[in-house]
């Protein structure tokens, strides 16, 4: 049985930098045809998709976040990261990390139970 595990602070100042781990277990994010997702849900809006690294360490961004966005992975953990730049009230939200097969939106096999992060002076 897979699962993933966000881990990080709940509490970032504006301008900051978030930064959140997942850590998977029952499986290997080098595993072929393995997207690593992350995504968030703002308070009272839908799901929001941040971007996605791959099987092989190819990374995906949405258009509109791309230029705050980094993910990476850690192999030997097992784990992959998420860094959001220049933060504001706006990046409240709860953040999943979830799995797909292939590069597809919505269709996410296993997700993590979700972390609440609040930007806040």
């Known amino acids: 049985q897979v699962q993933l595990q966000e881990s990080g602070p709940g509490l970032v100042k504006p301008s900051q930098t978030l930064s959140l781990t997942c850590t998977v277990s029952g499986g290997s994010i080098t595993t072929h045809d393995y997207y690593w997702t992350w995504i968030r849900q703002p308070p009272g809006k839908g799901l929001e998709w941040m971007g996605a690294i791959n099987y092989s360490g190819s990374t995906y961004y949405s258009p509109s976040l791309k230029s705050r966005t980094s993910i990476s992975r850690d192999t030997s953990k097992n784990q992959f990261t998420l860094q959001l730049s220049s933060v504001t009230p706006e990046d409240t939200a709860v953040y999943y990390c979830?799995?797909?097969?292939?590069?597809?939106?919505?269709?996410?096999?296993?997700w993590g139970q979700g972390t609440q992060v609040t930007v806040s002076s």
């Open positions: 979830a799995r797909t097969v292939g590069f597809v939106r919505n269709e996410y096999d296993y």
